[in-house]
């Protein structure tokens, strides 16, 4: 079994702050690709990061230069700093990976979400 498990979600001000984590556990091999996700109230869901294995990172043009996306491979977590935040930014934000089992099967896997709202 694999779980990830989101934390660090809340009620923000305008121009403020969260970091969110991402944390994968059980029978885990190897993680490749990690990211996050946003689904705002009757919209898509969307990419909002991604990181490699090695550490590249990929950004949506919306959160560039005000999101920083991190991961400890050690930890098998991985990090959203979120600063500058507008209400735009609003949305349950889930995190996933692309990864290897101990059972050698890969597969891609889903938080369950947590929630980030922006308001004044």
């Known amino acids: 079994q694999v779980q990830l498990v989101e934390s660090g979600g809340g009620l923000v001000q305008p121009g403020g702050s969260l970091r969110l984590s991402c944390a994968a556990s059980?029978?885990?091999?190897?993680?490749?690709?990690m990211g996050w996700y946003r689904q705002a109230p009757g919209k898509q869901r969307e990419l909002v990061a991604t990181?490699?294995?090695?550490?590249?990172?990929n950004y949506a043009d919306s959160v560039k230069g005000r999101f920083t996306l991190s991961r400890d491979n050690a930890k098998n977590t991985m990090y959203l700093q979120m600063n500058s935040l507008k209400p735009e930014d609003t949305a349950v934000y889930y995190c996933n990976a692309d990864l290897l089992t101990w059972k050698l099967t890969r597969d891609t896997y889903w938080g369950q979400g947590t929630q980030v709202t922006v308001s004044s």
């Open positions: 990181i490699t294995s090695g550490g590249s990172t």
């Open positions: 059980g029978s885990i091999f190897s993680i490749y690709d």
